[in-house]
């Protein structure tokens, strides 16, 4: 009998030790989850903000341009409503889409600008256009950083036995940045009006 309950003890303890093992696994690998979840997030976080920091500068950007070529105003109602889709765009798919809109504005004012002699030598211009500049440079540094996290973290939810776990909890693969269609082809480049 004491045999019996030796061998009872050594089951249960066995069991308890799995139970515990399990237990640390399943918690190692949701945390570990949670925290590259959180890394993405704070990756399309900074995307955001550097968008609504270009945001912000358009206006100033638009108004030094409205002095001196005010009859481009084309140009500059397409920047101003492109913006405003920015602003309204309630995901950060839909604002992206919008700044696509706004790049190809921006391309066309920056054409218009060259008529302009004056205006490229303005100091608030100039000013401006190197705040633009070093903002589109981080977007693009927010972008990477946010592929990046999605990378690390899609072959992590994807990994066995991560992925179990991951299907427990409903954590799913994220979506990478992707440049527009558009982007894929070269301007077209006309120096005709030069």
Same mark, same amino acid.
């Not at 979506?175 to 030069?194: C, G, L, S, T």
């Given at each position: 009998m004491a045999k019996k309950?030796?061998?009872?003890?050594?089951?249960?303890? #066995?069991?308890?030790?799995? #139970?515990?093992?399990? =237990?640390?696994?399943?918690?190692?690998? =949701?945390?570990?989850?949670?925290?590259?979840?959180?890394?993405?997030?704070?990756a399309q976080s900074e995307i955001e903000?550097?968008?609504?920091?270009?945001y912000d500068l358009i206006p100033n950007y638009v108004a030094t341009v409205k002095g001196y070529a005010a009859h481009e105003k084309d140009v500059l109602i397409k920047i101003t409503e492109a913006r405003s889709?920015?602003?309204?765009?309630?995901?950060?798919?839909?604002?992206?889409?919008?700044?696509?809109?706004l790049n190809?504005?921006?391309?066309?004012?920056?054409?218009?600008?060259e008529n302009y002699p004056n205006l490229k030598a303005n100091e608030n211009f100039i000013r401006l256009q190197d705040e633009l500049a070093?903002?589109?440079?981080?977007?693009a540094v927010a972008r990477r950083r946010y592929n990046k996290a999605v990378e690390f =973290?899609?072959?992590?939810?994807?990994?066995?036995?991560?992925?179990?776990?991951a299907n427990m909890f409903g954590f799913q693969e994220k979506?990478?940045?992707?440049?527009?269609?558009?982007?894929?082809?070269?301007?077209?480049?006309?120096?005709?009006?030069?």
């Open positions: 309950s030796k061998t009872w003890l050594w089951i249960v303890g #066995a069991l308890i030790l799995l #139970a515990i093992i399990t =237990y640390s696994s399943l918690k190692s690998t =949701y945390n570990s989850l949670v925290i590259l979840d959180e890394q993405v997030r704070n903000n550097q968008l609504q920091r270009r889709r920015i602003g309204s765009a309630p995901t950060l798919k839909g604002k992206l889409a919008a700044n696509d809109d190809s504005a921006l391309a066309r004012l920056m054409v218009v600008v070093g903002t589109e440079n981080r977007i =973290y899609n072959k992590r939810v994807r990994q066995f036995p991560t992925n179990v776990i979506p990478y940045f992707e440049a527009p269609k558009a982007a894929r082809q070269a301007p077209k480049v006309n120096f005709k009006n030069q």
